[in-house]
């Protein structure tokens, strides 16, 4: 793309000469003219006139036209022809998601399920350059999204998980070893799991270490979440008399969430609110950061020529019409 640049901007300043030259020039005009007082003006109403008397201001017109361009050369105008070659090194992301029955605890709001829903929709906008996937597990595991780019699908597919998709119960060594299943054929030079559990594992096949074991074959890096309050939480429940909350405890294995975290280089965390969980995907972030290397590349030509030509071509004008069509003026 072409653009136009002013390597010496400051001799633009030049510019406030013009005004005070053109003031100048009709004050001059107004001095050249004399004054005659007489009776009557009917003796010099069919006196021939001529064009020269307006059109010799086009010799000053020149001049200050001349003047500018000059001013324009002096600017050192460029353009300028660039590109950019970007390179990007992607990390692709697999996210494993509880959607247990203790997800609709109300220690957050609306609930645990829905504020993790939420704030991980946040952090798939913040990612545009990697593949995101889903996967969904209670008492099985769910491919709810493969590894995609397209992340408007990715996030139409978060909208539609409901509690009741699955069966109830906590595999976390089935959705961990799916997610595993999901990811570990990428490409790409980092491969990361983000599982998020509110609970103990007590359903599946695949012990949850195993899956650890798995992942850390393939070079995946898993990242655990544990997500409840401290002590007790609000259950909601169904009765005849409508919804009524009980409260439970809060039992998350953190000591199995930490030994998955270790075993593949990754890291565990505890979200006690909605707001902690927010900051643990920022963190995550920071810590998973695509690389992308920019290099820009300008091509500059000069083209100051342009408006010396035109500079020198009014100066030309303006010398030959005052040697010839204006030689008897003033």
Known sequence: ??????????????????????????????????????????????????????????????????IILLIFVLARPQSSN???????????????????????????K????????????????????????????AAESFTQCP????HNVLQNLFRDINMGDLEDGTAIGMGLATAVQRIKDSEAKSKVIILVSDGENNRGEIAPMTAAEIAKTFGIRVY???????????????TVFGK????MEVKIDEELLQGIADLTDGRYFRATD?????????EIDLLEKTRIEVREYTKRKEEYWWFAAFAGLFLLLEIFMRSTVFRNLP
């Open 1 to 66: 793309m072409n653009n136009i640049t002013f390597t010496q901007p400051y001799f633009f300043w030049l510019l406030l000469i013009v005004p005070a030259y053109i003031a100048w020039y009709v004050w001059k005009q107004k001095g050249m003219q004399a004054s005659l007082k007489i009776s009557t003006l009917r003796g010099f109403a069919k006196a021939p006139t001529s064009n020269k008397v307006y059109l010799r201001h086009l010799l000053f017109a020149f001049r200050v036209l001349s």
């Open 82 to 108: 660039s590109f950019r070659n970007e390179i990007t090194e992607g990390i692709d992301i697999m996210m494993a998601l509880d959607i247990s029955g203790s997800m609709l605890a109300e220690d957050f």
């Open 110 to 137: 609306p609930n645990r399920l829905e504020a993790a829903k939420e704030v991980a929709a946040e952090f798939i906008k913040g990612r545009p350059n990697d593949k995101i996937g889903l996967v969904i597990y």
């Open 147 to 150: 590894l995609t780019t397209d």
């Open 224 to 238: 655990t979440i544990g997500v409840g309050t401290n002590g007790m939480a609000p259950f909601p429940m169904q």
């Open 244 to 247: 009524q909350y009980q409260q």
């Open 274 to 282: 909605k707001q902690k969980l927010d900051e643990i995907y920022k």
